[in-house]
């Protein structure tokens, strides 16, 4: 019993340090930057695609100055 609560101890102390068990990225630098880059340029849409979910992209309605929001 000892040594299945000493074992179990050290698994979770063990798997706390290691990282994630299965990585996100490849281990080809090339591949691994390539990854990056895609992960990092959806980031950035999301930003755009948050905005437009709330209308916040949208002219002020509330401006003294007419403002058309559409395309001319």
């Given at each position: 019993?000892?040594?299945?609560?000493a074992?179990?101890?050290?698994?979770?102390?063990?798997?706390?340090?290691?990282?994630?068990?299965?990585?996100?990225?490849?281990?080809?630098?090339?591949?691994?930057?390539?990854?990056?880059?895609?992960?990092?340029?959806?980031?950035?849409?999301?930003?755009?695609?948050?905005?437009?979910?709330?209308?916040?992209?949208?002219?002020?309605?509330?401006?003294?100055?007419r403002?058309?929001?559409?395309?001319?």
């Open positions: 019993m000892r040594r299945l609560i074992t179990a101890l050290l698994c979770v102390a063990v798997s706390t340090s290691v990282g994630c068990f299965l990585p996100i990225y490849s281990a080809d630098p090339q591949r691994r930057t390539e990854q990056l880059i895609f992960t990092a340029e959806n980031l950035r849409m999301f930003i755009e695609e948050w905005e437009r979910f709330w209308f916040v992209d949208q002219p002020d309605h509330m401006t003294p100055f403002t058309h929001g559409g395309i001319i």
